[in-house]
């Protein structure tokens, strides 16, 4: 599996004119490893590929990396990258330009003696379709957050706060086989519940409220992300209005999404709805992004988004409304893209949910 990224990722190299690729953060270099550690490095040419890093890693890599060569380094890695770039005979290195802060990329320029150039995305455009195993591994992700929201509706209760529900949360995926949270999860209620990424607080849930939950789990290095709005007690008319205009929102992107359609299409299907209720200006974010080993990924589902899915994307469906003052909603699914159609990967139900 690992060999076939390399080649990939070589012929890519080649329609470049790079010969050499610096991997420095987890994601990337991950992919293309199969480590499952941090703080290492990794240099592929066109006819090598060594991984790089320091004693506290050098067994774990010797275990896990099986397509490259395992080095160890015991200077500072700026000084080994222009050794080891040198007697590779490298002209060209690309760099990951978003990883990179400016003064690493100084620090790393300054003992190279080939050109030193941005990568421009081209390891994670190989990771814009996934494989059978990395969907796999996504749908293990959902599937425990599924089961925690199941959960969830059993312990949430008024009089809780935010905090004591984004606690029980996360203990509850990690318990079920989660690594880690993939982000912190939005606990937001009452009119917090506006705030797209409201963090959980010390507010108590109250009768009457809307309640976002926005989580996801990583499992074996993958992320889920999924979205639900319940109601603590019973909802006002206008609060069951706006629901059903998100859900219908939501609904309606899903027979859309499929291989060949451009991402901004599938947007404006769903920013139509919203609109058409005259809350336009409430939905101010995208329909949605991709996901895999980064909770956000490629490609994007927004008003700009211009590419085109292709079968083995996974995307969220992710519709909201919020109106400072009064509260919003979001309904979020994880969603892979199929050749004529998709599957929504998140099971959990979409009514509206009282408690």
Known sequence: MYKSRIDKLRDAMKSKNIDGVLLVGDPNRNYMSGFTGDESFSIITLNRAIFITDSRFTEQARQQVKDYEVVQYNTTFSEFLGKMAEELGIKTLAFEEDVLTFSTYSEYKKSLKCDFVPLNGIVEELRLIKDETEIEKIKKAANIADKAFEHMLTFI?????EREVGLELEFTMKKMGAKDLSFPSIVASGERSCLPHGQATNKVLEEGDFLTLDFGCIYEDYCSDMTRTIVIG????????????????????????KSGII?????????DIISSYGYGDNFGHGLGHGVGREIHEEPRLSPRGDVVL???????????????GFGGVRIEDLILVKKDSCEVISKSPKNLICI
């Not at 019973?234 to 999404?257: F, G, Q, R, T, W």
Request: proline residues 8%; hydrophobic residues 40%.
């Open 263 to 271: 991402c901004k299409a599938i947007d404006k299907v769903s920013r």
């Open 157 to 161: 209760k008024k009089g809780m706060t």
């Open 310 to 324: 292709r079968e083995g994307m996974i995307v969220t469906d992710e519709p909201g409304i919020y109106i400072p």
């Open 234 to 257: 019973k909802p006002s008319d206008k609060m069951k209005e706006i629901y059903d205009i998100v859900l219908k929102a939501n609904e309606a992107a899903i027979p859309v999404i």
